[in-house]
């Protein structure tokens, strides 16, 4: 079955930064859009970045001109590059990616969830 690892996360002080990967394995056809996602205790998942196939890029307001989401193709992988992190970025970040597997189905499919703590 399709399955998502996250790695990369971690302790790091205000200004640091931390580089995230998500990669898929398994059954997998062809991938779509890849995204990161965020849950801070307390408040409600959110976008971060997302990817297209194509390569168009959105990000949140709040990381925009310090996060860059890139992917690479051959690896079926997303990186989210975070740099000037803020105590505000304290959060789970999820990958998540639209995947069709090799039956033809696509579903979206999430990582475990990776923690991000950014505190000196």
């Known amino acids: 079955q399709v399955q998502l690892v996250e790695s990369g996360g971690g302790l790091v002080q205000p200004g640091g930064s931390l580089r995230l990967s998500c990669a898929a394995s398994?059954?997998?056809?062809?991938?779509?859009?890849m995204g990161w996602y965020r849950q801070a205790p307390g408040k409600q998942r959110e976008l971060v970045a997302r990817?297209?196939?194509?390569?168009?890029?959105n990000y949140a307001d709040s990381v925009k001109g310090r996060f860059t989401i890139s992917r690479d193709n051959a690896k079926n992988t997303v990186y989210l590059q975070m740099n000037s992190l803020k105590p505000e970025d304290t959060a789970i970040y999820y990958c998540?990616?639209?995947?069709?597997?090799?039956?033809?189905?696509?579903?979206?499919?999430w990582g475990q969830g990776t923690q991000v703590t950014v505190s000196s």
């Open positions: 998540k990616m639209f995947i069709r597997n090799v039956d033809y189905v696509s579903y979206d499919y």
């Open positions: 398994g059954p997998i056809a062809s991938i779509y859009t």
């Open positions: 990817i297209t196939s194509g390569g168009m890029t």
